[in-house]
Structure formats: C-alpha cells, structure tokens
C-alpha cells in the first residue's frame, strides 16, 4: 500500500470515528464546539474546504423539524470589526480586509461567531487560517451547532423576544408622556397628595390628545359600533378628533323595547363628558334637533327638545309597534387647540318600529370641530362639482407644499368682461373660473405711438395672467394642499409669429381643463387630469400711421371629457380541452 491510499485509509478511519464522536458525545472537542463532524474531521487533517467570502458559503441542508427564524446573520457579524473602512489585524471577519492582508494574519482573533445561545439549532460561522497554502488563506465555514442542552428553544412563535426592544427616543409629541411616567426632572415633594386633592386642583398640563377616549365620570363616552360582526357593541368608546359614521343592526323583543337602554334617548344625552382627562369639570350633552319618523318614513322635527321620550309598545289589532325608538345618533363636539371639550351637541332621529323591520339598524356619527375655526369649503368630495370653482395654488419652491388664497373664487381666475369694453376700467377685476363652464372673456385696450413695444407686451400680459397665476390644479374638490405629487401642474405655452419689425403683443390666452370620469359607472366622480394654457400673441408693425391702436384682449375656457367610454366585460365562454385516444375510432378510421 502506497503513501496516498494509506492517507486515504486514515482519512475514512478519522470520518467514521468522528461520526460516532459526535452521536455519543465520547469526544470533548467536537460536543464543545457543536460542529458537523464531518466538516470538524476536515478541519483536524487541516483541509481548507472553502477560502471564499463570508457572502458565498454553502449553506447545510434542511434540517428536520421547525426551527426558529434567527435574527441576526451570523455570516455578516463581526465583533472585531472596530475600525471602519479599515482592515483590523486578525480580524478573519473583517469585510475590509483582501486576500492580501489575510494572508500575513498569525491567527484569527475571534475563531466562532454565534447567535442566540438558545436556540437548540443555529447558524456558527467559523473562522482560521490555512498555513499550509502559499500564501496563507483565511478559511471561512458556515456550519450548524446543535445545542447539547435539553433546555433550549425548539419552536419560537414571539419574534421580537429574539432581540431588544428600540427605546422610545423622546421629542415634542411624546415629552409630555415621559415626564409623567419619570415624575419630572426632581424629585417632587407633594407626591404623596392624595388623588382626590389633585383631582380638585386645576391641572393645566392635563389635555385630551388624538385618539384617548373622551372620559365621563363614571367612565367614558359610549360610541356603539360593529365589531367582531354587524351586530351593535355599546362598550366602545369614542376617541378624541376621531371622526366616525357606523351602521350596526340592533336585536331586539319588540314588546319590552322600552327597557332596552340602548333604545331610549337619554342614553346618549346623559352623559357629562370631561372637559380635561381626570378633572371635574364637565361638559354635558345638549339635544340640539329631535327629528321623529313614522312608519310611511315621513319626518317631523320637533321644536321642544328639551322633552325626554321614552320608547312605548303599541299593539292594535294585528299591528305591534314600538314608537320613540332611536334609529340615528349624531354628535357634534367643539374642542380647542389646548386639547380641551368646550361644547357637546346631540341630534336625534326616532322612529316607528314594527315587528316587520326587527331586528333594526341604527346609525351613529361623531365629528369634531375646532373652536373660532370655520370649515374649509369644498369644491366637491372628492369628485368636482359643475358650478364650483376649481382649486388652484402655487409651489413657492421645490419640497414645499401647495400655497393657496383664503378666498377660493380667487384661486384661477380669467379677464372680467363689462359693457363697457375697457381693460384699463377693470384692471384687477377678475372672473372665477368654474368648473364645467366654458367661459369666454375680452375687453379693449387703446395704445398710443408713445408707449413702448416692451411696456405694452408686459401690460396685455399681466392683464390676462393676473395677479398670482396659478402652477397647480388639484385633481379632485377636496385635495390637501400637502399632497404635491397629487395635484396637475398648469402647462403654460407661449404662441407668436415670425413677423420681422413687427411688436409681439399677448392678444389671448385660451386655457384647455382636461378632466375624466373615475370610479364606479354608478357614481362617477370628475377628476382634471391636464390643464393647458396658451399665451397667443400678434404682430402689430412699429411704424403706425395712426395716433393711437386699438387691441382686442380675449380669454378663453374650455372643459374637455376626455373619459374613455365604459366597456363591458364579459367572461371568455369556456371551451373543452378533450382529446380522444388515437384508435377511437378503429377500425373504422
């Protein structure tokens, strides 16, 4: 037997010996390390299975079993790693560090990264050098460690155990909460007041922020909603500047529906809502419309709404009805900008039910309103609506948002016309443009041979642009001002002749709103996708004969539909993918 095949027979000795090794723990080294026999059998010969990167091991094969997902890859951490951009001597993990600098390393510092010691099987990326190779090599293993506790994690169904939490970095929206829960930056000596006593006291840092419950005294405000199913859920509480509208469907016995609470009225003006989290003053529900509905659905508002109805069973004959029942609930609440209920308003719809409609469906909606702030008008939600003025602004640099006019018939304007036909009478009067009306506009303007071709040019210019022409045109009616990306630039195009010695005056500026119908076919809703407006301007010669000009100013609107025509669908007809075998119709074929 030669040198090579006795290596051989040695080799195949030392795998199989490893192999028993490691299923009987009879080797300390391996059962220590954890490592696949078969790879730390390799490594004792001083085999170098792989000198690449970390980023192009082999990963082992499936294991059986679920395993837990690690969250750290061991492949890409380096605990040596402490000099960035920079090769750290011995650090065999290093990304930094080339063929070049591993190849004079003496030894690797850290030899085995690991990940949660837990884990009853995980990821080890192993680390040494291969002295034997000219010149020296980093060799890089990625192999499985099994766990030789009996007390390790097999199956893990909470993820984030497996790493630290991010802590709570404080800023302006959160400070207020962090000096609550660290009691302020001293200790404070009137701690131990009782919270009767600070409940009396007034508390000025006290305020309702967006989506607390709003609080009553015995609990907080009910808002019944739908949860689990469509069937109404009275414990639901309804949250600070959460706007809310919900249906839910009620069950109830028709002849004892006068002791259903959740039917009579004065379970939603009871309430006395806190004006402040933990404090005393209260702020109470006031009914401000009571609005009855019979059976034939017509509606009567009742002018006395300090009256307290209760739901009554009615039986004639073969009608059975219970009369006062509350069918929509509708709150109105005024805060201020201190986080603070000022005002609390109630409308009510009671109806007629009979044994026919139960179980019933009722509605509920909550909004907020601001104190000493009027609502936005809207030029439709979220569609345009023909009459309305479009919404326009500008975009003082780039990054920001949408600039607008408080007054919105002054966002996109056009030149106004009067009888009187004079551009300089109407100078600074202008016309809203509206959306869905073609609209045409023009006046007259007298220049003398003494004005300049420049002077005139800019005075016929800013009477058709007029003062803060807008960049942008919201898609919709009811589209934020912050949304930039949303909205349709205007694309202003400049048309003049060719005409040499002639001045270039702006004569017309036709604008070109494209819009199209979106949504549904049952309700659509108009959206401008393209605004287009065109400067045309005309040649008038230098040398008049007369003593003054005359120049016809016009402005032009036009709204084009450029909606595509709806189709319908249909489903492909289906068709039989069948074959016959090939002698089906032996012997005949």
């Known amino acids: 037997m030669g040198q090579w095949g006795f290596q051989s027979l040695l080799l195949v000795l030392l795998v199989c010996w490893a192999l028993v090794s490691a299923q009987t723990g009879a080797t300390p080294a391996v059962t220590t390390e954890g490592l696949n026999s078969t790879e730390a059998a390799l490594e004792t010969l001083g085999a170098s299975p792989s000198s690449g990167p970390p980023a192009t091991p082999k990963a082992p094969g499936p294991s059986s079993g679920p395993r ?71 060799v890089f293993k990625l192999v499985d460690k099994i766990n030789p506790s009996i007390f390790c994690i097999h199956i893990t169904n909470y993820k984030p155990a497996l790493s630290f939490i991010n802590p709570e970095v404080p800023d302006e929206n959160n400070f207020d909460k962090f000096m609550k829960t660290s009691g302020g930056f001293a200790p404070n000596a009137d701690s131990d007041v009782s919270s009767t006593t600070r409940l009396d006291s007034p508390n000025t840092s006290a305020k309702y922020e ?10 907080f405000l009910r808002f ?65 419309s009571i609005v009855v509905q019979s059976l034939n659905q017509t509606l009567t508002r009742l002018e006395d709404t300090q009256v307290n109805l ?37 409308s009510l719809l009671l109806g007629t039910v009979s044994s026919g409609v139960v179980p019933i ?102 009477l058709l642009k007029g003062q803060g022409f807008p960049d942008y045109v919201a898609p919709f009616g009811n589209s934020r001002a912050q949304d930039v990306l949303d909205w349709v630039p205007v694309h202003f195009l400049t048309q003049s002749s060719n005409m040499k010695d002639s001045c270039q005056v702006p004569a017309a500026l036709v604008i070109v709103v494209k819009w199209t119908k979106y949504g549904s076919l049952v309700n659509p809703q108009a959206k401008i996708v393209n605004v287009t407006a065109n400067l045309i301007s005309s040649s008038f010669p230098e040398a008049d004969s007369g003593n003054e000009r005359t120049i016809l ?37």
């Not at 790693?81 to 030894?107: E, R, W």
């Not at 967006?210 to 609990?219: A, E």
């Not at 073969?318 to 005002?343: F, M, P, Q």
């Open 210 to 219: 967006y989506g607390v419950p709003l609080q009553t005294l015995d609990s």
């Open 361 to 462: 469906q009722q509605k509920f909606e909550i909004h907020f309103i601001q104190r000493n702030t009027k609502p936005v008008p809207l030029s439709g939600n979220p569609g345009y609506v023909v009459g309305l003025p479009l919404v326009a602004g500008f975009q003082p640099q780039k990054g920001s948002g949408i600039i607008q006019m408080t007054y919105r018939y002054g966002q996109f304007t056009i030149l106004h016309s009067t009888t009187e036909q004079d551009c300089l009478a109407i100078e600074g009067i202008r016309t809203p443009v509206l959306f869905g009306y073609n609209m045409r506009s023009g006046c007259k303007l007298r220049l003398t041979r003494a004005i300049p071709c420049r002077l005139a040019m800019q005075k016929v210019k800013s």
């Open 224 to 288: 019944p909603s739908p949860l689990t199913s469509s069937l109404c859920t009275d414990d639901n509480p309804a949250a600070f500047l959460v706007n809310q509208a919900v249906k839910c469907t009620r069950r109830i016995n028709l002849e004892q529906c006068n002791e259903t609470e959740a039917l009579k009225m004065a379970f939603y003006s009871r309430p006395e809502i806190l004006k402040v989290p933990n404090s005393r003053t209260k702020v109470p529900v006031t009914v401000q």
């Open 553 to 589: 100013i016009s402005t032009a609107v036009t709204f084009v539909d450029v909606s595509a025509p709806a189709e319908a669908g249909f489903r492909a007809r289906p068709t039989i993918n069948a074959r016959l075998p090939f002698n089906f119709f032996f012997p005949f074929v």
């Open 68 to 138: 837990p997902t690690p969250v750290t890859d061991v492949a890409a951490l380096c605990v040596c790693d402490l000099s960035p951009t920079q090769c750290d001597v011995n650090c065999c993990c290093d990304p930094d560090c080339s063929s070049t600098d591993f190849s004079v390393f003496s030894a690797c510092s850290v030899p085995v990264v690991t990940g949660d010691s837990q884990f009853c099987s995980q990821k080890a990326a192993t680390y040494s050098m291969n002295f034997t190779a000219d010149p020296p090599q980093r």
């Open 310 to 346: 209760q739901p009554a069973f009615v039986s004639a004959g073969n009608l059975n009805v219970c009369t006062n029942v509350v069918l929509e609930v509708k709150y109105s609440l005024t805060y201020t900008d201190a986080g603070e209920i000022t005002r609390a308003g109630l």
